[in-house]
């Protein structure tokens, strides 16, 4: 009788400080004590079905936790708005009064708040959070031409409660809580606003020059920061820039309910003077159009794609084929370069303020919807600045922050920390000190004392590191080419991936690989580093590697020789479509690879695997009604604990009843032959406690933002997906390290507030590597292995 082999007790994930240890040392935080201490409990399994079982437990916890805390906890907001002093008991009733009556266009009510006596406007309107962007700026500036000693009113007070960046994100944080308000009167358009939103601006025919000024609190990645800049006088001006770097391939669009937002809006508004060195087109050659579709339900979405469509094949120049492209997050038409790919995102939105606060970047919040530029309040701040503000939601999307900020850094924009994060993490760090003054049975440094001195710490980190290279080329160059000090070349400059920068070992920090790794934002110290690597290669101390960028958000890059992933002369529809071809083929070949492995430990499997399995993950068509039909339907292989598939499934079609549409399991189990019984089936089904599944994604499912049950189990699947995508060798089934530690963060309830969460940030060890795979070896072979001592802390 086949048994499961045996496995070291406790596989527990490794721990987050990683086999190189953190040289400089973290504080431990509550939340890193709670966490270390669950990681330190699991309990013992003897078997992968056992640890299994506790994932799939985890993750039914996890999705419970999030449904919870999505139906009845806020998200935590940004810091309250500042206590001012009162003047008199007046004071507060006056203020409150005025922000309840403001409604309609905001500029119409900048007269009344006006009207309030001057010593006690300016410290009032500091106060309403939920006054909109427009009104205040403008009162800022009346203030300002009849001379009023702002400068007198801000000693009263702390910093940021006259800070208008402090303002302005208590504002975006209400505003991201707030639904059903009129979303346009919080909005900034370009037609009506600018000279209000940009008050340091010269506007003329053809353009508006914008001079910036300092910017307080701890800025980085702002090398090429420029401290002028010019953007378009009018949404005229707009228009024309925009059909020319768009090559008017959206000539006839019924733009009722779609609005292009991210980086060719940005580029257009930008996009001056051909001769402008701050902002070229050139920057914005190989942008995608991004467009986004609000304010309709998802039958009419699918409508409004195919008109999108049919307006971008009669665009194109005659005899020009074209075809779509679905994966799991957008739809993007294809013609040949050098013409403008057409992205959709597949995600419902209810106006265009709600598209910008699903946006990362502050810079990237500008949008156009056929007669008008918006702008949100952020985003027309960060034009101004030149800068998008830091928060916690930044850290929470690190996987597809990070390439955005490095390129937009590229695009001369960088990050700041507003003064409330620096002030509240040296306060934070005192009262833990204070708490955590009893000594601990792990005696770990306490953090550094400032944000500028994280950055100084990763800048000697990018001195040792380009020191090593150094050290390296001169001894290769002296054993093999018997180079002298006095006649040896000059050292190649070293060539880095940004993933490197999470590692100590400097040994590997010249490997070349992608750029914005996933780790560039996992914590503070891993940001400076990547920091202090671009800052190098500004100064041209070396070269970070710019890997292959997936045309597809959320999906794994091409490798370098897969023509399809590079927007270039060298693009061909079919060479496109025999790369996606080749791509489901190499899932179904690795797929195919891992039952062979598991089979002969386990009895799993068939003597056979035929076509009857199937892997579709990025599907391409013709036509709108061929990409969304059943046949076409996204299909992923998964290796699930069953209790989980039974719970995902159930969630989903709860959802789907609800809002009337039909019912199915996204999930099935893949089979390829019957079983003469369903005691033999239910044995030969799993795999160490694991199911194979498919996720299969038809029409009705594509889209996010249906229902929030749908998202969280989604989101899930796509940590069992991320766990297992890079497995390629015999009998690999799931990275159980990154899978659990993922689970761990997603169902982790932050407490506190957003600059408590941002301390905790700001102190956690620098994530190293490490994996813990299970591969299906005998108990004999486990014992005395290497992986096995691995296993076992030893």
Same mark, same amino acid.
């Given at each position: 009788?086949?048994?499961?082999?045996?496995?070291?007790?406790?596989?527990?994930?490794?721990?987050?400080?990683?086999?190189?240890?953190?040289?400089?040392?973290?504080?431990?935080?509550?939340?890193?004590?709670?966490?270390?201490?669950?990681?330190?409990?699991?309990?013992?399994?003897?078997?992968?079905?056992?640890?299994?079982?506790?994932? @799939?437990?985890?993750?039914?916890?996890?999705?419970?936790?999030?449904?919870?805390?999505?139906?009845?906890?806020?998200?935590?907001?940004?810091?309250?708005?500042?206590?001012?002093?009162?003047?008199?008991?007046?004071?507060?009733?006056?203020?409150?009064?005025?922000?309840? $009556? =403001?409604?309609?266009?905001?500029?119409?009510?900048?007269?009344?708040?006006?009207a309030l006596p001057p010593s006690i406007?300016?410290?009032?309107?500091?106060?309403?959070?939920?006054?909109?962007?427009?009104?205040?700026?403008?009162?800022?500036?009346?203030?300002? %031409?009849? +001379?009023?000693?702002? &400068?007198?009113? &801000?000693?009263?007070?702390?910093?940021?409660?006259?800070?208008?960046?402090?303002?302005?994100?208590? +504002?975006?944080?209400?505003?991201?809580?707030?639904?059903?308000?009129?979303?346009?009167?919080?909005?900034?358009?370009?037609?009506?606003?600018?000279?209000?939103? /940009?008050?340091?601006?010269?506007?003329?025919?053809?353009?508006?020059?914008?001079?910036?000024?300092?910017?307080? @609190?701890?800025?980085?990645?702002?090398?090429?920061?420029?401290?002028?800049?010019?953007?378009?006088?009018?949404?005229?001006?707009?228009?024309?820039?925009?059909?020319?770097?768009?090559?008017?391939?959206?000539?006839?669009?019924?733009?009722?309910?779609?609005?292009?937002?991210?980086?060719?809006?940005?580029?257009?508004?930008?996009?001056?003077?051909?001769?402008?060195?701050?902002?070229?087109?050139?920057?914005?050659? *190989?942008?995608?159009?991004?467009?986004?579709?609000?304010?309709?339900?998802?039958?009419?979405?699918?409508?409004?794609?195919?008109?999108?469509?049919?307006?971008?094949?009669?665009?194109?120049?005659?005899?020009?084929?074209?075809?779509?492209?679905?994966?799991?997050?957008?739809?993007?038409?294809?013609?040949?370069?050098?013409?403008?790919?057409?992205?959709?995102?597949?995600?419902?939105?209810?106006?265009?303020?709600?598209?910008?606060?699903?946006?990362?970047?502050?810079?990237?919040?500008?949008?156009?919807?056929?007669?008008?530029?918006?702008?949100?309040?952020?985003?027309?701040?960060?034009?101004?600045?030149?800068?998008?503000? !830091?928060?916690?939601?930044?850290?929470?999307?690190?996987?597809?922050?990070?390439?955005?900020?490095? &390129?937009?850094?590229?695009?001369?924009?960088?990050?700041? /920390?507003?003064?409330?994060?620096?002030?509240?993490?040296?306060?934070?760090?005192?009262?833990?000190?204070?708490?955590?003054?009893?000594?601990?049975?792990?005696?770990?440094?306490?953090?550094?004392?400032?944000?500028?001195?994280y950055i100084t710490e990763a800048r000697?980190?990018?001195?040792?590191?380009?020191?090593?290279?150094?050290?390296?080329?001169?001894?290769?160059?002296?054993?093999?080419?018997?180079?002298?000090?006095? *006649? $040896?070349?000059? $050292?190649?400059?070293?060539?880095?991936?940004?993933?490197?920068?999470?590692?100590?070992?400097?040994? *590997?920090?010249?490997?070349?690989?992608?750029?914005?790794?996933?780790?560039?934002?996992?914590?503070?110290?891993?940001?400076?580093?990547?920091?202090?690597?671009?800052?190098?290669?500004?100064?041209?101390?070396?070269?970070?590697?710019?890997?292959?960028?997936?045309?597809?958000?959320?999906?794994?890059?091409?490798?370098?020789?897969?023509?399809?992933?590079?927007?270039?002369?060298? !693009?061909?529809?079919?060479? !496109?479509?025999?790369?996606?071809?080749?791509? +489901?083929?190499?899932? !179904?070949?690795?797929?195919?690879?891992?039952?062979?492995?598991?089979?002969?430990?386990?009895?799993?499997?068939?003597?056979?695997?035929?076509?009857?399995?199937?892997?579709?993950?990025? $599907?391409?068509?013709?036509?709108?009604?061929?990409?969304?039909?059943?046949?076409?339907?996204?299909?992923?292989?998964?290796?699930?604990?069953?209790?989980?598939?039974?719970?995902?499934?159930?969630?989903?079609?709860?959802?789907?009843?609800?809002?009337?549409?039909?019912? =199915?399991?996204?999930?099935?189990?893949?089979?390829?032959?019957?079983?003469?019984?369903?005691?033999?089936?239910?044995?030969?089904?799993?795999? /160490?406690?694991?199911?194979?599944?498919?996720?299969?994604?038809?029409?009705?499912?594509?889209?996010?933002?249906?229902? +929030?049950?749908?998202?969280?189990?989604?989101?899930?699947?796509?940590?069992?997906?991320?766990?297992?995508?890079?497995?390629?060798?015999?009998?690999?089934?799931?990275?159980?390290?990154?899978?659990?530690?993922?689970?761990?963060?997603?169902?982790?309830?932050?407490?506190?507030?957003?600059?408590?969460?941002?301390?905790?940030?700001?102190?956690?060890?620098?994530?190293?590597?490490?994996?813990?795979?299970?591969?299906?070896?005998?108990?004999?072979? %486990?014992?005395?292995?290497?992986y096995a001592r691995r296993l076992a @802390?030893?």
């Amino acid at each position: 009788m086949e048994q499961e082999p045996n496995l070291i007790p406790n596989p527990a994930p490794v721990p987050l400080q990683g086999e190189g240890g953190n040289p400089r040392g973290v504080e431990e935080s509550p939340q890193h004590r709670e966490e270390e201490t669950q990681r330190e409990n699991l309990p013992t399994f003897a078997t992968c079905t056992e640890y299994s079982e506790y994932v @799939g437990d985890l993750a039914k916890r996890t999705l419970e936790t999030r449904l919870e805390v999505a139906a009845g906890s806020p998200s935590p907001h940004l810091p309250t708005s500042p206590s001012v002093e009162s003047v008199a008991s007046l004071f507060d009733v006056v203020s409150v009064a005025v922000e309840n $009556a =403001i409604k309609g266009d905001p500029v119409d009510h900048v007269k009344a708040i006006l009207a309030l006596p001057p010593s006690i406007l300016y410290r009032a309107m500091w106060k309403w959070s939920k006054l909109p962007y427009v009104a205040i700026r403008e009162a800022i500036s009346r203030q300002s %031409a009849a +001379n009023s000693s702002e &400068k007198d009113l &801000k000693d009263k007070g702390s910093p940021s409660a006259y800070d208008i960046d402090e303002w302005i994100m208590r +504002n975006d944080s209400w505003l991201c809580e707030e639904k059903g308000l009129s979303w346009s009167e919080f909005m900034v358009r370009l037609s009506k606003h600018a000279d209000i939103v /940009f008050p340091n601006s010269i506007v003329t025919r053809t353009k508006r020059t914008i001079e910036r000024s300092p910017c307080s @609190g701890f800025t980085v990645l702002d090398q090429k920061r420029a401290t002028r800049i010019q953007v378009q006088p009018s949404t005229e001006c707009f228009e024309e820039t925009f059909v020319e770097m768009t090559g008017g391939i959206l000539a006839g669009l019924n733009w009722d309910n779609v609005l292009v937002a991210g980086g060719i809006a940005l580029g257009a508004l930008l996009c001056v003077d051909a001769r402008d060195t701050v902002a070229t087109p050139k920057w914005w050659e *190989n942008s995608d159009i991004d467009i986004f579709i609000h304010g309709l339900t998802q039958h009419d979405a699918v409508e409004k794609i195919n008109h999108i469509f049919k307006v971008f094949k009669s665009n194109l120049p005659p005899n020009t084929p074209a075809f779509a492209v679905r994966n799991s997050r957008t739809i993007t038409f294809y013609a040949k370069y050098p013409i403008r790919r057409l992205q959709i995102i597949l995600k419902l939105y209810e106006n265009p303020s709600d598209v910008f606060m699903g946006f990362d970047l502050d810079i990237c919040k500008v949008g156009w919807d056929g007669k008008e530029v918006w702008l949100s309040p952020v985003g027309a701040r960060a034009i101004e600045t030149g800068y998008s503000i !830091f928060t916690m939601a930044m850290a929470r999307r690190a996987h597809s922050s990070a390439n955005r900020i490095l &390129k937009y850094a590229n695009k001369g924009y960088g990050v700041r /920390f507003l003064p409330s994060y620096n002030d509240s993490f040296a306060e934070t760090q005192s009262k833990r000190v204070a708490a955590d003054a009893v000594p601990t049975i792990r005696q770990i440094p306490p953090p550094l004392s400032t944000l500028e001195a994280y950055i100084t710490e990763a800048r000697g980190w990018r001195g040792r590191l380009l020191h090593a290279h150094q050290r390296r080329s001169n001894m290769f160059g002296h054993l093999y080419h018997g180079y002298m000090p006095t *006649n $040896a070349p000059a $050292a190649p400059t070293p060539v880095i991936g940004h993933y490197s920068a999470s590692l100590d070992d400097l040994k *590997n920090l010249t490997k070349g690989l992608p750029s914005g790794g996933k780790y560039c934002l996992s914590d503070f110290g891993s940001f400076m580093r990547h920091v202090a690597i671009w800052e190098a290669e500004m100064a041209g101390q070396l070269v970070v590697q710019k890997g292959p960028e997936s045309p597809y958000p959320g999906e794994t890059a091409p490798q370098e020789s897969d023509k399809w992933g590079a927007w270039n002369e060298d !693009f061909t529809m079919l060479g !496109f479509m025999d790369q996606v071809d080749t791509r +489901n083929l190499n899932e !179904f070949t690795r797929l195919h690879n891992t039952i062979r492995g598991v089979r002969a430990g386990t009895g799993f499997g068939l003597p056979y695997l035929g076509e009857q399995l199937s892997v579709r993950s990025i $599907a391409y068509a013709h036509s709108i009604e061929d990409l969304l039909s059943p046949t076409e339907d996204l299909q992923t292989p998964l290796w699930l604990p069953p209790a989980f598939v039974v719970l995902a499934n159930e969630t989903v079609r709860s959802a789907l009843q609800e809002l009337g549409l039909p019912v =199915i399991d996204m999930l099935t189990v893949a089979r390829t032959r019957k079983w003469p019984d369903e005691q033999s089936r239910s044995k030969k089904d799993h795999a /160490f406690g694991l199911q194979l599944v498919y996720w299969r994604v038809p029409v009705d499912l594509m889209w996010e933002g249906i229902d +929030n049950r749908i998202e969280e189990v989604f989101a899930i699947l796509r940590i069992f997906r991320g766990a297992q995508r890079e497995l390629h060798s015999f009998g690999n089934l799931i990275d159980y390290d990154s899978l659990t530690r993922a689970l761990f963060e997603r169902g982790r309830r932050r407490g506190g507030s957003e600059l408590e969460q941002f301390y905790d940030w700001v102190v956690k060890p620098t994530v190293h590597g490490g994996v813990c795979v299970f591969h299906p070896i005998s108990a004999k072979a %486990a014992k005395g292995s290497g992986y096995a001592r691995r296993l076992a @802390g030893m």
